[in-house]
């Protein structure tokens, strides 16, 4: 499981936005979670991280991988 930490996000339409933008990703088995509220991504498979945060960061918003 990937946890991102996502900010920028303020409702649902961001939250389908960034889902759409993680499922687009190569290796990506499932996006688990998005959520505004508590500013975290849940991504299932073997995605390169670096690539769903360039993809997030495409739809305008900022991420990190969650410590």
């Known amino acids: 499981m990937i946890e991102l930490k996502v900010t920028g996000m303020t409702c ?3 939250e389908s936005a960034v889902n ?12 688990v979670e998005v959520s505004h509220a508590k500013e975290k991504v849940l ?3 073997e995605a390169d991280i670096q690539a769903l945060i ?13 410590s």
């Open 54 to 66: 360039d993809a997030i960061k495409e739809e305008g918003y900022t991420a990190e991988q969650a």
């Open 12 to 14: 649902g339409h961001c």
């Open 43 to 45: 991504v299932e498979g």
């Open 20 to 31: 759409k933008a993680l499922s687009a990703v190569p290796g990506v088995a499932r996006v």
